[in-house]
């Protein structure tokens, strides 16, 4: 099964993916670092400091590395993380975190004020969340403010466990649309 693990960047995709990776030993298809490694966009955008992935090439990559990965394995999780992984995944856990936390998280990275800005209001407007719901099966969301990275994994496990089941209800702990940070915006 592929399980999206997405979010505005800074909200804890990548740290909490390589524990789970560790942990778990669940396979991770680091996304981003696949598309750059691979060549998987179409342009340099300088201004953004970022790629314009090719989501075709992404979509026929990605099927050829998860046939890959099932060949012969018994582990039935594969987990695609990226703040694209809503693109491609049927079941997503979308990682939030309050846009003041999220603001310190972006400046720690030395992105620009402006790449700050951009990200701390697709955050407040739940940008990641609004295009989930509209690729996506199943989605779930994790608020990841002020947790450790192992109390984030314990939820994502949670969730991976919930939708292993088969379970089709709801996840009221972790519903998408229960978290609001539109009236944090500086």
């Keep these: 099964m592929l399980i999206g693990l997405t979010g505005t960047p800074g909200t804890g995709k990548t740290s909490v993916s390589k524990l789970l990776e560790k942990r778990r030993q669940w396979k991770v298809i680091h996304l981003n670092d696949l598309i750059k490694e691979e060549h998987l966009y179409t342009e340099v955008d300088e201004k953004r400091d970022a790629v314009v992935a090719d989501m075709d090439l992404v979509q026929s990559r990605l099927t050829e590395l998860i046939d890959e990965m099932e060949k012969g394995s ?26 003041p936390e999220l603001k310190k998280r972006l400046e720690t990275r030395g992105y620009s004020e402006e790449k700050i800005r951009e990200n701390i209001e697709a955050e407040a407007l739940d940008v990641i969340l609004v295009e989930s719901s509209e690729w996506c099966e199943k989605i779930f969301e994790v608020n990841t403010t002020g947790k450790r990275i192992e109390e984030v994994e314990q939820d994502i496990e949670k969730i991976i466990d919930h939708i292993l089941s088969g379970k089709e209800e709801e996840f009221p702990e972790y519903k998408p649309g229960s978290i609001d940070w539109i009236d944090l915006v500086p």
């Design 74 to 99: 018994a582990n039935e999780v594969v987990i695609l993380e990226s703040h694209l992984a809503h693109y491609i995944a049927d079941a997503v856990i979308v990682l939030r975190a309050c846009p």
